[in-house]
């Protein structure tokens, strides 16, 4: 059985008919990639599992439970973790105040250290600037701290949106490499990528976005050989 599923599902941005009938699913385990254009409604999607967008219609299942109307921290406590485009830090707090809100939900304090250090064992960097504030760090280590932020939470499923944006070409082999290295380990992840090719590179699966609608789903060999993908999404 799918750990996610959408059915059907319908998103508004007020008049904006955004979503038009996503159907979807990601396996445990699996890196499934969403590719698409500019404004086709790759990150909506995300929104809209996370809660930050409510559907008009459709369901989305998570482990077979309905968590189509949850709350996003009550996603978040579910065992969904959602890195926004962007980042989205807290620019004034220190990076370990940003990790310690990523463990709003954990009470024990063992187990939020050993999330830490897991975190600093994946991101070095982030570790050398534990005191630092996040909004003076560079744009790549402030993805490492949103990364970062979201695995405080222990989530079962890890959604990125744009990990790559504005990134230097060094700094975006790193982070595919880390998210390589979290999947390898089990981690289920959704991710929102406009570097096409990058993201199936290391994907399992992939759906392809325009205007709010799938348009295609293969895998990743599937799709970096189809002509019209190659054409829109990798030339």
Do not use: W
């Not at 996040?134 to 932020?149: F, P, V």
Request: without cysteine; proline residues 4%.
């Amino acid at each position: 059985m799918p750990i996610l599923e959408l059915n059907n599902v319908h998103a508004y941005y007020g008049g904006i008919h955004a979503l038009k009938g996503i159907t979807l699913h990601v396996n445990q385990g699996e890196i499934v990639s969403l590719i698409g254009s500019n404004g086709a409604g790759k990150s909506t999607t995300l929104k809209t599992i996370s809660g930050g967008v409510k559907p008009k219609a459709g369901t989305i299942l998570l482990n077979g439970q309905n968590i189509t109307t949850v709350q996003p921290h009550e996603t978040v406590i579910s065992g969904i973790a959602h890195v926004p485009e962007g980042r989205k830090i807290f620019p004034r707090l220190t990076v370990r105040e940003n990790l310690e809100m990523g463990a709003f939900s954990v009470k024990d304090k063992k187990i939020i250290a050993e999330r830490m250090e897991k975190v600093f064992q994946y991101f070095p960097r982030v570790k050398e600037r534990v005191n630092q504030r996040g909004g003076t760090m560079s744009g790549g280590e402030q993805q490492m701290l949103a990364m970062g932020r979201a695995l405080m939470s222990g989530p079962n499923i890890l959604m990125l949106d744009e990990p790559s944006m504005g990134l230097a070409p060094i700094i975006v082999e790193q982070i595919f490499s880390i998210i390589k290295e979290l999947n390898e380990t089990g981690m289920t992840v959704l991710l929102v990528e406009q570097n096409a090719y990058q993201a199936l590179q290391i994907a399992n699966r992939g759906y392809v976005i325009q205007t709010g609608e799938i348009k295609m789903t293969g895998t990743n060999v599937e799709l970096l050989g189809d002509e019209q993908i190659k054409e829109a999404y990798l030339a």
